[in-house]
């Protein structure tokens, strides 16, 4: 099987398979964001090494999935894949809030309103702005340290920056196939969208502004997992960051009023909220390309 035969292997498997394990959620109308969706998501996560795996013995490909750890000699990428996510995320967020100061809610009166909905009569106390401010960095700096959320994202790293990009690296070079692979990323996700992840509520457009922001989303988080990988030689940095990603993104919603724009933010997943990894990629794909090191090395 050649280059272009297990590139579109991959996607075929792997499409194929998100679409047979959310194919409950359509057939029993779950509800967005409920136990179904949330468990289907958990296993989703897996799907890019499962078909990776697949694909790898349909080839017989005996080639590396990067996944020497290589910290000696990548500890410039692992230090961006720790703090960066956790700085940038909250960056974002107080950007959302200088624009959109009533959408800030120290009262978190979003996050009591959660609660009573999931049958938790619990009382939420009001925060300060500095309250705040001090738990936004002290989220940020212990992100790096949830290890539950670096195993979850292995399975997506390993099979889109493991094994699909230096095959499109191969056909297409750094920048676009950094580009591409974000595209494609993204685009798994569209079912989950459809269920509230990451994009939950009424928004105007939905789902399908949700499914092209989580395309931006993806293909903006996607250059920066594919430029630690590429400089690292190693897998291990994206699935830090890409776990720390995850470990802050909902935390914004914590001070938060009900009537936020969820395309705009105050998560990641907004374009202002994202804001920070907008800048952070372009900088990146400026480098991409301009080093002699590649990961097929």
């Known amino acids: 099987m050649g ?9 075929g498997v792997e499409y194929a398979l998100v679409m047979i394990f959310t194919l409950p959620l359509f057939l029993l109308d779950a509800e967005p964001l409920g136990p179904l969706m949330m468990g289907i998501s958990v296993a989703f996560m897996f ?20 996944l020497r750890p290589n910290i000696r000699g990548a500890k410039k990428q692992y230090l961006m894949a720790a703090f960066l996510p956790g700085a940038l995320a909250l960056a974002g967020a107080a950007l959302y809030f200088v624009l ?5 809610d120290l009262s ?30 002290l989220l940020a700096a212990i992100a790096p340290l949830v ?9 997506e790293e390993v099979g889109w920056r493991g094994f699909l990009l230096p095959l499109l690296i191969e056909g297409l070079g750094e920048r676009r196939a950094v580009f591409v692979n974000g595209v494609l990323w993204g685009i798994a996700h ?4 459809c269920f509230g992840l990451n994009y939950t509520g009424e928004y105007p457009g939905a789902p399908w502004s949700g499914i092209l922001m989580m395309v931006v989303f993806a293909t903006v988080l996607g250059i920066f997992m594919s430029y630690l990988t590429l400089r690292s030689g190693s897998i291990w940095p994206a699935c830090i960051a890409h776990g720390a990603v995850n470990a802050v993104r909902e935390a914004p919603l914590l001070i938060c009023g009900a009537g936020y724009n969820v395309l705009l933010g105050p998560k990641p997943s907004g374009i202002i909220g994202m804001a ?3 800048i952070l990629g372009a900088a990146l794909m400026l480098r991409l390309g301009t080093s002699e090191k590649r990961l097929w090395d």
Do not use: W
């Not at 795996?53 to 990067?66: D, T």
């Open 3 to 11: 280059r272009r035969g297990k590139i579109l292997a991959f996607l």
């Open 47 to 66: 799907l890019p090494a499962v078909s990776a795996l697949i694909v790898r013995a349909l080839a017989r490909e005996k080639s590396g999935l990067y």
């Open 100 to 104: 959109f100061p009533g959408d800030l």
């Open 108 to 137: 978190m009166g979003y996050m009591s309103g959660v609660l009573e909905l999931s049958g938790v009569k619990a009382g939420v106390p009001e925060v300060t702005l500095p309250q705040a401010i001090g738990g936004g960095i």
């Open 147 to 155: 290890a539950v959320n670096h195993i979850a994202a292995f399975g």
């Open 190 to 193: 569209a079912p989950l969208v």
């Open 276 to 278: 920070g990894f907008i």
